[in-house]
């Protein structure tokens, strides 16, 4: 499977409040996100973003997202896959942890202080991937899927 980072932004359906932002330090100086000022106490689960994944073979597989997520309060999304009506993790929290500049992190599944899961079990096929906004002021700017464990070499 090649390591192939895709636009947040280029999402084929994104859904209201979800926005497209600007930043020259973002790639192709785009992004996806909740407008909001950073440290409110804002939310948006109505914000949703969905991607089409092609899954070559059924495995384990890690996500990983290029965010800028700046305060406690501005740190987290929402996270849920499908395949057709089968739902393969059901909607799950995903806390980035603050990261004031633009940094790839891996998704870590759950709520905070439990073991957080890292590993996705996919079917083969195609596999539907939905972001939904937790927190207004959460910016993602790429995604990357990889059967590979640790940081892939295309995010060095």
Known sequence: ???????????????????????????????LWVPGASGGQGSAIEAKAFFLLRIPRAGQYFLWARVQTPTPEDDSFFIRLRQGKRELIPQTEWHTGVHPHWEWVPVELGKPGAEPQRTLE???????????????????????????????FALQ
């Open 1 to 31: 499977m090649p390591e192939q980072p895709f636009e947040a932004e280029e999402a084929p359906l994104i859904l209201f409040p979800f926005e497209v932002g600007k930043d020259p330090e973002a790639s192709g100086g785009r992004f």
């Open 122 to 152: 996919l079917p083969a096929g195609v596999v539907m991937l939905e972001v939904m906004g937790r927190e207004d002021g959460a910016k993602m700017d790429r995604l990357l899927l990889t059967a590979r464990e640790g940081k892939p």
